[in-house]
């Protein structure tokens, strides 16, 4: 089995940062593209950045040049650094990566989510 484990998630002020991370673990052979993903009640999950296993990223207008995206190959984890947070940037955090385990099954999985308030 393969499990993703966010962390890092917590309330902060309008213009502080956070760092994420995502640890996958289990049976797993190879991790191609990561990424992050935010949701609010009662709205669709939404794209946040993404990462490719040789380190391409990919981000929306809405936080580029405000977050990074990261991993680390060696630990399969994979890491958001948030900087000049806003009030629209509270919701909960998932990560996702798509994941060939040790019996060659490939599937994308989700973490069970971090949240992330930002409020004074």
């Known amino acids: 089995q393969v499990q993703l484990v966010e962390s890092g998630g917590g309330l902060v002020q309008p213009g502080g940062s956070l760092r994420l991370s995502c640890a996958a673990s289990?049976?797993?052979?190879?991790?191609?593209?990561m990424g992050w993903y935010r949701q609010t009640p009662g709205k669709q999950r939404e794209f946040v950045a993404f990462i490719t296993s040789g380190g391409t990223t990919n981000y929306p207008d809405s936080v580029k040049g405000r977050f990074t995206i990261s991993r680390d190959n060696a630990k399969n984890t994979m890491y958001l650094q948030m900087n000049g947070l806003k009030p629209e940037d509270t919701a909960v955090y998932y990560c996702n990566a798509d994941v060939v385990d040790s019996g060659n099954e490939r599937a994308r999985h989700w973490g069970q989510g971090t949240q992330v308030t930002v409020s004074s």
């Open positions: 289990g049976s797993i052979r190879s991790i191609y593209g």
